[in-house]
């Protein structure tokens, strides 16, 4: 039996995500493997601020050492930070901070370290190894052989010097049956702060849950995403349904919304997941983000019946010739179909829309206000494209590179709102992107960005069961009186100052 005296390895997740209300799954994954391998596993999640409120400087500076201060009361040998591109400098700030404390190895995962293992290192980085792909193996196999004075060759995913000074990269890890994968313990969490309501789980709505996967990668191949997990890989519905069932028993979950990129793949298993949540009687509300050509009337049908309030769709755009060029592989008539039968079943539905997207006309604006004007959605997630690190309109606009200095832009708090850098700049008309954006999202969101509610009897029934009606009550207050007026007195602000 595991004990809790010593630990081998903490898993981090970086200051920056203090505040975020989605789990860190990764890291419940790397947990459960690493503690069925029989190695000491702990995870270090500070929580901190408001839900999905960004944090200032000095409450990052907070929690980077509330982070270390967790460390070092488990000394271990070993660290795990998981790191996206807009983590990288505060991974790094972290790392020096841990090593000038602590004698340890620090290897570091996630998206950036997928594409990008050979930015971590440099003159003076305090990054020791980096994982490509999946960690759950390589992080056993680092472990094991350094314990043992065995060196790091052949360990399939890994990228790190050599003692000649050599950047020695070893592909990308994948673990191929994630039946094998155990379930998330989420004891290891503060439950307690995810579990508040907020509007993060069924977009726009307010709901205490969680998200869950059913799958992993996407086969598509938009411009836009970085993801390069092509091949999809698949979790047994049973234990996707154990899960839930076991949040449901365990946390009184009165909402899930599934996180794959792309649900509704493969239509057995969704009809296999919708017979599975009856069976097992699981009435709550859920949603899920597919696309517009992957769904029918029968799909839409059955999932309604078994809890499905709303439909996530990437629209992105009105207009075929710039799906087009971002090779999405849809049509706007697949769109106005798919919209059309959600409406027949009194399906909610979130539309997510791109401007700046690659060669963007006038044309296609207008294209896509027509669509919004046609389609209603229940709501809309509106946004600028960013060109990323790994996608392919970073390969084709960004140029020169960003440099490692420069990630520091993708943290900028109006990344989504306006045109931080001319290289990120796709669109061909000369259209003020940021008033563009303001325009559409008074026009067709307004009302549900300040408060959204529905009357669908699985929402309402959840509510009324619900264990936490005064956070509800105490959530809706303070986003109605507090921070909606707040933020559209900011936005009144910046908008007479332009």
């Known amino acids: 039996m595991i004990t809790t005296e010593r630990i081998d390895i903490c898993l981090i997740a970086p200051p920056s995500r203090a505040s975020t209300m989605t789990v860190p799954v990764s890291l419940l994954y790397l947990h459960g493997w690493l503690t069925r391998e029989n190695i000491h596993c702990k995870i270090i ?24 201060e967790e460390i070092l009361k488990h000394k271990p040998k070993y660290i795990g930070i998981t790191c996206f591109t807009t983590d990288f400098w505060e991974v790094i700030n972290l790392s020096n901070v841990i090593k000038s404390q602590l004698d340890c190895t620090i290897i570091v995962g996630g998206v950036h370290a997928n594409i990008r293992p050979q930015d971590f290192f440099f003159d003076g980085s305090p990054i020791d190894i980096v994982v490509s792909g999946d960690g759950q193996q390589p992080l056993v ?32 890890a994948t673990f191929k049956n994630l039946g094998e994968m ?38 598509f191949r938009c411009t836009f995403c970085g993801n390069r997990a092509k091949k999809v890989r698949y979790r047994p519905i049973p234990k996707v ?12 979950i009165d909402a899930f919304y599934i996180q ?14 919708a017979q599975g949540l009856e069976e097992r009687n699981m009435q709550v509300s859920w949603g899920m983000e597919t696309r517009v050509n992957l769904i029918n009337e029968d799909i839409i049908r059955m999932l309604k019946e078994v809890g499905c309030i709303q439909i996530d769709f990437g629209v992105e755009s009105g207009s075929d010739a710039a799906l087009k060029r971002m090779k999405k592989g849809v049509t706007v008539e697949q769109t106005i179909k798919a919209f059309e039968l959600c409406k027949k079943y009194r399906m909610r539905t979130f539309a997510n829309i791109m401007f700046n997207t690659p060669g963007e006309t ?10 919004l004007k046609k ?21 084709q606009y960004v140029k020169p590179p960003l440099t490692r ?9 109006d990344l989504y709102f306006k045109v931080i850098d001319p290289r990120f700049h796709m669109a061909e008309h000369d259209l003020d992107l940021s008033k563009l954006r303001i325009k559409t999202k008074a026009r067709f969101d307004n009302f549900r960005t300040f408060i959204d509610f529905t009357l669908n009897p699985n929402y309402l029934k959840a509510l009324y069961k619900s264990k936490r009606k005064m956070q509800y009550l105490k959530a809706i207050f303070t986003t109605i009186f507090i921070e909606r007026p707040i933020k559209y007195i900011s936005i009144i602000r910046n908008w007479i100052k332009k």
Not at 55 to 62: H, M, P, S, T, V
Not at 146 to 151: A, I
Not at 375 to 395: A, D, K
Not at 405 to 413: G, I, M, Q, S
């Open 141 to 172: 196999e680092i472990i094991n052989n350094l314990n043992s004075n065995k060196d790091l060759l052949g360990i399939e995913g890994l990228t790190y010097v050599n003692e000649r000074g050599e950047i020695i990269s070893q592909g990308v």
């Open 260 to 273: 794959d990129d792309t649900f509704c793949l493969d239509k057995s298993r969704v009809v296999e997941f």
């Open 241 to 252: 349904l154990d899960e839930i069932e076991g949040l449901i028993e365990q946390y009184n």
């Open 405 to 413: 200095d420069e990630y520091r832009l993708l943290t900028h708090p």
């Open 182 to 219: 155990p379930n998330p313990d989420y004891p290891q969490l503060d439950m307690e702060y995810y579990m508040q309501p907020h509007r993060g789980i069924i977009r726009s709505l307010f709901a205490s849950g969680i998200h869950v996967f059913t799958t992993i990668g996407c086969p």
């Open 362 to 371: 006038r044309e296609d604006v207008e294209l896509t206000m027509n669509l």
């Open 375 to 395: 389609t209603r959605p229940t709501g809309i997630g509106l946004g600028l494209t960013v060109p990323f690190p790994g996608t392919e309109i970073y390969e």
């Open 45 to 68: 999640d500070v929580k901190f601020g408001k839900p999905n409120i960004s944090l200032y400087i000095a409450q990052i500076d907070i929690v980077r050492g509330k982070i270390v």
